[in-house]
């Protein structure tokens, strides 16, 4: 468990320097317009590609992090994002910016975002504060959001705009020292048998097959469309605020860069108590994560039609709070969870990284969208009343995931004996010992069954019939004939089987 935490601590910090990075990018659009005297539609380009390009490679990264590991995968992500900022320092014009800082930048943060999102959730694997640990980590990306803004035009100030990616890429190599600290934990087969007094902790990571048959699932392409729909709205706001502050609003760029690290503390604050409260969906159903969701999406949509009202600095820093809080949903512990509800705990790489790169599809498209529309109408409003319809659109369609993961869940048939293996100190093999330790739990069941008067004769019992060590080679085929023989057995002896997997058939295939 400690080490977990050093864990969260390393993806905070990566957090912090991709979101630092990457979402900063509405601050970089206007140093861009300054210097190299772009138009507002293409222009638009560098603040979508880089925090799309983010999440698009998530797919990939989720494969490679299967076969490599996360420690490879990070370190690799680092190194890219340093080489897409260097290499933006020799751009001459807004097609080379947008190849080094829009897509190589871009693709780096986005590898190493996704190892940290993938190690912290397996270090707290059936831990009763997953969901916390997931967003404490994630408050990371709120923390970046703060602190870089006000860094990035301190920088581009100071040394100009080729010095400020020059010394972006020295910190970006930050990432490939903490990367380092997610190491690999022990393989399947002795962290699903915890009660081995010897255990050996590899460093070297156990290639995962990539599994991706929920692409058969209806309700995901439902949690796929709606990030798509929000991050198109979201994009535009992180596109564009900057730029309907300074130019709309009449407000300072100082000021205006200020209001993206309002929205970062708020998203920081947001992940971690959204964490919080998704832990106690054991209490009651009305903190799972999905409800959570639905609503601060929603707060989201509505918050953003507010922005036609042109309230003001003020104002627009008490949007940047709900606004912020909304986006805590969207990038804390809130999917992970719900992907894990659906598909499992060891199945979240794919699904995860699919539904990023809908999110990255979103976020390409907003931001050049609004741009175009704002030069045809020359007002923000119809671009604002776009993200706000957007955003609440994707709130309205997780309805329909929502009536499957809030129903009661089916009883399963598949069960997990739990017997506890001593570590092999002869020639005996691992699957002898299991199967005698299978025989000792049957035979202490039916001496009780007998004792209960349920039973004359121990072979007169359906377990025994069934359950035989001899005719059985391994415990795995003893769970399956009791799993089909349970419900013959008193509800005493039915306790003392624990029924602990959800089976993925809750969510059907449409």
């Known amino acids: 468990m400690f080490y977990g935490w050093i864990v969260v601590l390393a993806a905070a910090i990566i957090r912090i320097l991709v979101y630092g990075i990457s979402y900063t990018s509405g601050v970089v659009y206007v140093v861009i317009l300054e210097n190299f005297k772009t138009g507002a539609a293409e222009t638009s380009w560098i603040s979508s590609l880089i925090t799309a390009m983010t999440f698009l490679v998530t797919p990939l ?97 100071e040394y100009g705009w080729k010095g400020m990616f020059m010394i972006q890429g020295g910190i970006a190599l930050h990432i490939c020292a903490f990367g380092l600290l997610y190491r690999p934990l022990p393989n399947r087969d002795e962290n699903e048998n915890p009660t081995k007094k010897v255990r050996r902790q590899s460093s070297v990571h156990v290639p995962e097959p990539n599994d991706w048959t929920f692409l058969r699932s209806a309700v995901f392409h439902f949690v796929s469309v709606n990030n798509f729909l929000f991050s198109f709205g ?25 209001l993206y690290s309002v929205i970062g503390i708020s998203i920081t604050i947001a992940k971690i108590t959204q964490g919080l409260v998704a832990d106690f969906h054991t209490v009651h159903p009305i903190f799972k994560a999905i409800n959570q969701y639905i609503l601060f999406y929603t707060i989201g949509g509505i918050a953003t039609a507010f922005l036609l009202l042109d309230a003001g600095y003020a104002g627009l820093v008490i949007y940047c709070i709900f606004f912020g809080t909304s986006m805590g949903a969207n990038g804390g512990s809130l999917i992970p969870a719900i992907l894990m509800e659906m598909f499992g705990q060891n199945k979240l790489s794919l699904p995860y ?158």
């Open 234 to 258: 979201a994009s535009i706001i992180y596109g564009h605020l900057a730029a309907y502050a300074q130019f709309h609003l009449q407000i300072n760029k100082n000021d205006a860069a200020f």
């Open 61 to 157: 990264a989720g494969v490679l992090v299967n076969r490599f590991g996360w420690r490879i995968v990070t370190f690799g992500g680092g190194i890219l994002t340093c080489a897409g900022l260097l290499l933006s320092t020799v751009s001459t014009n807004l097609a080379m910016l947008c190849l080094f800082y829009g897509i190589v930048t871009g693709a780096g943060c986005g590898v190493a975002y996704m190892s940290g999102s993938l190690a912290v959730p397996k270090y707290f694997q059936h831990k009763k504060i997953q969901n916390l640990a997931v967003g404490v980590a994630s408050a990371g990306g709120g923390v970046g959001s703060f602190l870089f803004p006000p860094i990035v035009r301190y920088l581009d100030n």
């Open 353 to 510: 990284g699919v539904v990023l790169a809908e999110m990255a599809i979103g976020q390409t498209l907003g931001a050049p969208a609004a741009g175009w529309m704002y030069e045809k109408l020359k007002n923000y409003h119809y671009p604002f009343i776009m993200a706000s319809v957007s955003m609440l659109l994707s709130a309205l369609i997780m309805i329909y995931p929502r009536r499957y993961l809030m129903r009661p869940h089916r009883e399963n048939n598949s069960i997990v004996i739990d017997i506890e293996v001593p570590a092999v100190e002869n020639d005996k093999s691992l699957e002898e010992i299991e199967a005698t330790e299978a025989t000792s739990f049957i035979d202490e069941k039916n001496t009780n069954l007998i004792q209960d008067g349920l039973i004359t004769d121990p072979y007169d019992s359906i377990v025994s019939n069934i359950l035989k060590a001899d005719d059985i080679k391994d415990v795995g085929d003893q769970g399956e004939a009791l799993a089909e023989n349970t419900y013959l057995m008193p509800d005493d002896d039915k306790n003392v089987i624990s029924n602990r997997r959800r089976s993925t058939d809750d969510f059907p295939n449409m």
